[in-house]
Nanobody, 121 residues
């Protein structure tokens, strides 16, 4: 899978962003997909994951909302109530063989190049 993320940028605190992930050589509609983020000097950490059969998932009381877009064959991540500590590179990851969500980055075989989210005044 070749994954491409988009939608990052500079956003003010308390704002929201919607990130997108699309596979250029595959349709993600029934693939396990996750979003990770990595801030400078920190480990890559998962923020959301969606199993093969799921259409949407909400994490952290609505701060992260992950959805499938079956029309455009992509997966989105909405990040709400953004704070400076949310500044990071956000990565989409997928794996055609995974059946259960896992937080281990090494379990995912395909990664995008990342999209930078910067939260600042």
């Amino acid at each position: 899978l070749h994954l491409v993320e988009s939608g990052g940028g500079l956003v003010h605190p308390w704002g929201s962003l919607r990130l997108s992930c699309v596979a250029t050589d595959f349709i993600l509609d029934s693939t396990l997909v996750a979003w990770f983020r990595q801030a400078p000097g920190k480990e890559r950490k998962q923020v959301a994951c969606m199993s093969r059969s799921a259409d949407s998932e909400t994490y952290n009381l609505g701060k992260f909302v992950m959805r499938r877009d079956y029309v455009n064959h992509l997966v989105t991540l909405e990040v709400n109530d953004l704070r400076p500590e949310d500044t990071a590179a956000y990565y989409c990851a997928a794996d055609q063989h995974l059946t259960i969500c896992t937080v281990r980055p090494e379990a995912f075989g395909s990664w995008g190049q990342g999209t930078q989210v910067t939260v600042s005044v």
